[in-house]
């Protein structure tokens, strides 16, 4: 009995201790799943924490600013901006369209059913309830500087859990900037930046968008003191008068949509005053239609693109 009792002892202790060492030194290496099951919590433009029980695995956009920084992060977009045309992410072509930040299609956004909805503060606000409802959160950012750029990068990397990726792609436009600021001149070029549709224009103020790429590149933005609007505090009304004085080198039009129709009615607008065609800007036929993709909205990770291109602009007046 003793040694039935013995025998039965050893061949236990082998066949742990092979259970053992096969466990350490056969196994393949396995992925850490807290990554992927943590949750995560943000804080958005709007100060809203937003929690997710884990990081969104499927998400969408209404800015083509928000889908470009998701997609450099390596994020699955599953609905994008409405385009009438050709975006310029040719991967994200065939995903669902679901609208813009001035209208979301939610039958559109239902059948994409993603986990998050990146939209625009404050324009997006009043779409939360609508959108939750479908069982997607919603984060809201916005995009007036290049600053507000740079966050949004860092945002979604938190959300993504991507924050390396995001430390990269922010250390790109910083590397731009530093670049730029090498290259500036003691005599700015003096710049008129007009938004606009037919019939309707704006000035840009130094804290739109355009404005900040304007003043980064090295540029000078002769509306910088207009008296904001109220509706659109990044823009002001166009002073035929100021515009005259400060008689600007170059004239940067931008625009969603139509920009040479954009183009033509603003000069037929301005060329009713008869100074007009003694601006500088106008006599070296310096005025210029910007890229719709690069400044009529959020550029996302292509802001780098956006600031060389305004930079090379500025640094044709001599």
């Given at each position: 009995m003793k040694k039935r009792w013995i025998l039965s002892t050893l061949v236990f202790l082998a066949i742990t201790g092979c259970g053992s060492q096969t466990a350490t030194t056969n196994e393949p290496a396995k992925a850490n799943p807290v990554t992927s099951a943590a949750s995560v919590t943000i804080k958005d433009f709007a100060d809203r924490n937003v929690t997710f029980s884990s990081v969104p695995q499927k998400i969408a956009a209404l800015g083509n600013g928000e889908m470009d920084i998701v997609y450099a992060l390596g994020g699955n977009l599953v609905g994008r901006p409405t385009a009438t045309g050709p975006i310029s992410i040719k991967a994200l072509n065939d995903i669902v369209q679901i609208g813009s930040t001035h209208g979301i299609e939610l039958e559109k956004l239902a059948l994409a059913n993603p986990d998050v909805l990146l939209g625009t503060n404050p324009?997006?606000?009043?779409?939360i309830p609508a959108v939750e409802a479908l069982g997607t959160k919603m984060v809201l950012t916005s995009a007036n500087s290049i600053d507000d750029i740079k966050k949004q990068?860092?945002?979604?990397?938190?959300?993504?859990?991507?924050?390396?990726?995001?430390?990269?792609?922010?250390?790109n436009v910083d590397k731009k900037v530093q670049e730029i600021n090498t290259q500036?001149?003691?005599?700015?070029?003096?710049?008129?930046?007009?938004?606009?549709?037919?019939?309707?224009?704006?000035?840009?103020?130094?804290?739109?968008?355009?404005?900040?790429?304007?003043?980064?590149?090295?540029?000078?933005?002769?509306?910088a003191d207009y008296p904001k609007l109220d509706s659109y505090p990044?823009?002001?009304?166009?002073?035929?008068?100021?515009?005259?004085?400060?008689?600007?080198?170059?004239?940067?039009?931008?625009?969603?949509?139509?920009?040479?129709?954009?183009?033509?009615?603003f000069m037929k607008e301005m060329q009713?005053?008869?100074?007009?065609?003694?601006?500088?800007a106008v006599v070296n036929q310096h005025v210029e239609v910007l890229p719709t993709d690069l400044f009529g909205t959020n550029p996302g990770t292509r802001i780098v693109n956006a600031l060389d291109y305004m930079n090379k602009l500025l640094q044709t007046v001599k």
């Open positions: 324009m997006n606000t009043k779409d990068i860092q945002l979604f990397g938190q959300m993504l859990h991507k924050e390396d990726k995001a430390a990269e792609l922010i250390s500036q001149r003691t005599q700015k070029t003096r710049v008129l930046l007009v938004y606009g549709a037919p019939g309707t224009y704006m000035a840009a103020l130094n804290n739109s968008l355009s404005g900040s790429i304007l003043t980064t590149a090295g540029g000078e933005n002769i509306a990044q823009y002001a009304q166009l002073n035929s008068e100021k515009i005259m004085k400060s008689n600007p080198q170059f004239v940067f039009i931008m625009s969603h949509g139509s920009p040479d129709k954009v183009k033509e009615g009713q005053n008869a100074a007009w065609n003694s601006l500088d």
